[in-house]
């Protein structure tokens, strides 16, 4: 069964393509469903690469009417990837009951650390940040707002070797998606990046071995996300490779998040 449920549009300033292209290359692909889930804007605040929040209501508006408009070839839903805040938990809230989403992607690339500050991955000085960062992934995985925690090993891309602030910061990620039943995403963008040149050797930046060879065996669902940004990286080979190297690992593939069958 093909499916996706990360998929970016042109909206977020980084990606192109509109949502009706990226519902044509799911059909011309044979996609059985096809989840959008651009960058999510805040009220308040510019985090900077994503839609504006006055986009918000036409960005939904515009998955609706493509719901409607190809029901019989494709199920569509509207989601947003999105960084979690505990101030905004009213606004998650919103989205959810009265924004008219479908479901929430947890993308955490800043958060808020135990200062009150907003810290970006990619400004770490080391493995030391990554337990904090760790934490703030638990708690918005704790919240119970998203149905996908995306890419939870994206910090491993910078460039500091395995330590134990890495197997700690692992074990707080998978403890709280195990105990919350959450999916966590293999991400094919860590493919189509290739690999990189680390301390301790050539990796991709993520996918992480070390951290999925820790979910493997857990009660933990995981799905494939595209993590598309243009109508052609919807499913290219990199998808094919992702699978294959989620089932070489033997981890708990599933392809539909709302099946109920993936009670676990």
Same mark, same amino acid.
């Given at each position: *069964?093909?499916?996706?449920?990360?998929?970016?549009? =042109?909206?977020?300033?980084?990606?192109?393509?509109?949502? %009706?292209?990226? /519902?044509?290359?799911?059909? +011309?692909?044979?996609?059985?469903?096809?989840?959008?889930?651009?960058?999510?804007?805040?009220?308040?605040? !510019?985090?900077?690469?994503? *839609?504006?929040?006055? &986009?918000?209501?036409?960005?939904?508006?515009?998955?609706?009417? @493509?719901?409607?408009?190809?029901?019989?070839?494709?199920?569509?839903?509207?989601?947003?990837?999105?960084?979690?805040?505990?101030?905004?938990?009213?606004? =998650?809230?919103?989205?959810?009951?009265?924004?008219?989403?479908? =479901?929430?992607?947890?993308?955490? #690339?800043?958060?808020?650390?135990?200062?009150?500050?907003?810290?970006?991955?990619?400004?770490? $000085?080391?493995?030391?940040?990554?337990? %904090?960062?760790? %934490? $703030? /992934?638990? %708690?918005?995985?704790?919240?119970?707002?998203? +149905?996908?925690?995306?890419?939870?090993?994206?910090?491993?891309?910078?460039?500091?070797?395995? !330590?134990?602030?890495? &197997?700690?910061?692992?074990?707080?990620?998978?403890?709280?998606?195990?105990?919350?039943?959450?999916?966590? &995403?293999?991400?094919?963008?860590?493919?189509?990046?290739?690999?990189?040149?680390?301390?301790?050797? *050539?990796?991709?930046?993520?996918?992480?071995?070390?951290?999925?060879?820790?979910?493997?065996?857990?009660?933990?669902? /995981?799905?494939?996300? $595209?993590?598309? #940004?243009?109508? &052609?990286?919807?499913?290219?080979? #990199?998808?094919?490779?992702?699978?294959? =190297?989620?089932? !070489?690992?033997? @981890?708990?593939?599933?392809?539909?998040?709302? $099946?109920?069958?993936?009670?676990?």
């Amino acid at each position: *069964m093909r499916t996706n449920f990360h998929t970016h549009t =042109y909206r977020c300033n980084h990606a192109w393509g509109t949502e %009706e292209d990226y /519902v044509l290359e799911a059909i +011309k692909n044979g996609l059985f469903v096809l989840g959008f889930s651009d960058h999510g804007p805040f009220p308040d605040r !510019d985090f900077g690469l994503r *839609m504006q929040y006055d &986009e918000l209501a036409d960005y939904v508006g515009t998955i609706n009417e @493509l719901k409607e408009r190809f029901a019989d070839r494709l199920k569509i839903y509207s989601g947003l990837e999105i960084e979690y805040h505990k101030k905004y938990n009213d606004y =998650y809230d919103f989205l959810l009951k009265e924004g008219g989403l479908d =479901y929430l992607v947890l993308g955490q #690339h800043n958060y808020t650390d135990s200062y009150g500050d907003i810290r970006y991955i990619s400004s770490f $000085s080391g493995t030391e940040d990554y337990p %904090e960062y760790a %934490e $703030s /992934v638990a %708690e918005a995985i704790e919240s119970g707002f998203f +149905k996908i925690a995306a890419h939870p090993d994206i910090f491993y891309k910078n460039p500091f070797a395995w !330590d134990e602030n890495c &197997e700690k910061a692992a074990d707080i990620i998978i403890a709280a998606a195990e105990r919350n039943k959450i999916c966590l &995403e293999v991400n094919a963008n860590g493919f189509r990046r290739g690999k990189s040149y680390f301390p301790d050797g *050539m990796r991709f930046q993520y996918p992480v071995d070390r951290f999925w060879k820790k979910v493997r065996g857990k009660n933990i669902n /995981v799905t494939v996300g $595209s993590d598309c #940004h243009t109508a &052609e990286q919807l499913w290219d080979h #990199h998808i094919d490779a992702v699978y294959k =190297y989620c089932k !070489d690992l033997r @981890l708990n593939i599933i392809y539909d998040i709302f $099946s109920k069958e993936n009670d676990l």
